[in-house]
């Protein structure tokens, strides 16, 4: 691709073709913000009918930390650009691949960012050692016996997670050493299927809130979008919400810098979900996503181009531009635990909780265990009211596993 693109035509000879590797919700809505765009689609995770599967021209189904498996994909399908999705790739092929350029291949927004942040590893030492931006006290381990050491050595409570993990699968915090067997133990089985048994352990950080600074990095230069304030439970995104456009914050230059030299430094066109805790007027890095964030969901109502929107426009090579809904947006994510395939009702309820509402089935084929299978969202006059009106839809839903 060159720094001038243009698109082709789906299904032929001139197509533009993006492959996803990661097929969930956020995926989704990348493929569709795609194909209004005319590019190919090919979507691609470990398992059948992923949502993005669902709207894409076609998919595959591999182990996507098969280095093998998704060498041999990607040289098949010799896509102009590669959108990882999620953080469990073999993207030492991302890189490889980069590099020989055997065909004009993009890795957005870049195959080196996709290596920092696949592994917490990378993007901790960058940010901390390399830019020295404030992070919280932490600590690599790979064994039962340095994390109990690291962990007395930065103080309780702490916070554990596996070095490849997201929405928050293996991590907890620990208040006190008789809890940290156990915390080892959900690191070691509930990551995201790293084969390692390296973790990060975290001093806690007492913040007063936390945000996502949605930065865009595109032809036309870096743009920052609003904040987006959200409420974490056990690692996972509980709500997420924009206050009226406009509003001022006294720490929102320095958040704006610490973003503008994190994304700086991973390069690229794309969007990055820049995650800060924000203490007094103290800014700290905690991680950031080279893709569009759960917690942007909120977006797809408080923006007139979504973060999926800017994410397609940016990794094509395409300037971005965004105007913000005046008032508060909010969005709250669905989430069910057993067995089954999920059939869901209630949504009449849920749409007259107010005409801003809006709901997102994503279409996860089946549930085993917990996950998040759906999001409402909603607009306000104020932040509050949006919140209030998503979470009502929420509860207006019921969701059967059958
Ligand atoms: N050191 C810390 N101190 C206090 N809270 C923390 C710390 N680390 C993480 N948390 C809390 O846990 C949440 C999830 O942590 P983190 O973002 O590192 O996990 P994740 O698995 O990458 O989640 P996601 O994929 O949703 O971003 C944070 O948003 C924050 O609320
Ligand atoms: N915090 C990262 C995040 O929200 N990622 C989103 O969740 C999907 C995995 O869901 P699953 O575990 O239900 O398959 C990913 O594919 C991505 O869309
Ligand atoms: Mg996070």
């Not at 989430?335 to 749409?351: D, I, N, R, T």
Request: aromatic share 6%.
């Amino acid at each position: 691709m060159t720094d001038a693109p243009t698109i082709g035509t789906p299904l032929s000879g001139s197509a533009t073709r993006a492959l996803l590797l990661g097929s969930g919700e956020l995926g989704k809505e990348v493929v569709i913000e795609l194909q209004r765009l005319g590019v190919e689609t090919i979507a691609v995770d470990r398992y059948a009918d992923a949502p993005a599967m669902q709207v894409a021209h076609r998919s595959h189904v591999i182990d996507m930390q098969d280095a093998s498996a998704l060498r041999e994909l990607l040289l098949d399908e010799q896509p102009d650009v590669v959108i990882p999705e999620i953080e469990a790739i073999a993207t030492g092929v991302l890189a490889e691949l980069e590099e020989a350029q055997e065909w004009s291949l993009r890795v957005a927004p870049t195959a080196r960012a996709t290596v920092l942040t696949m592994n917490r590893e990378g993007i901790r030492r960058l940010a901390a050692e390399d830019l020295s931006l404030p992070t919280s006290p932490y600590a690599f381990v790979d064994t039962y016996e340095e994390l109990e050491a690291e962990a007395s050595r930065l103080g309780w409570p702490v916070v554990i997670k596996p070095v490849m993990s997201s929405s928050g699968h293996g991590q907890s915090v620990v208040r006190t050493p008789e809890e940290l067997p156990a915390a080892w133990e959900f690191a070691q089985t509930g990551g995201r299927g790293s084969q390692t048994t390296r973790c990060i352990v975290e001093g806690f950080v007492d913040f007063d809130t936390e945000i996502t600074l949605l930065t865009v990095r595109h032809a036309g230069g870096t743009t920052f979008l609003d904040p987006i304030f959200h409420r974490q439970v056990d690692g996972d995104y509980a709500e997420s919400w924009q206050e009226p456009a406009g509003t001022a914050w006294p720490w929102l230059a320095a958040a704006q810098e610490v973003a503008g030299a994190v994304t700086g430094a991973l390069g690229g066109w794309g969007i990055f979900g820049v995650e800060l805790f924000i203490s007094g007027d103290e800014v700290i890095f905690s991680e950031v996503s080279p893709r569009p964030h759960d917690t942007g969901l909120v977006t797809l109502v408080g923006q007139d181009v979504s973060e999926f929107g800017l994410h397609a426009r940016a990794v094509l090579g395409f300037p971005v531009a965004v105007t913000r809904w005046p008032g508060g947006c909010a969005s709250w994510p669905v989430k069910v635990h057993g067995e089954g395939v999920p059939e869901f009702a209630g949504l009449p309820a849920a749409y007259a909780v107010d005409p801003s509402v809006q709901v997102r089935l994503f279409g996860k084929p089946r549930v085993d265990g917990e996950r998040r299978v759906a999001a409402t969202l909603a607009r306000g006059a104020s932040a509050d009211e949006a919140r209030e009106r998503a979470k009502a839809a929420a509860d207006a839903l019921t969701v059967e596993l059958r």
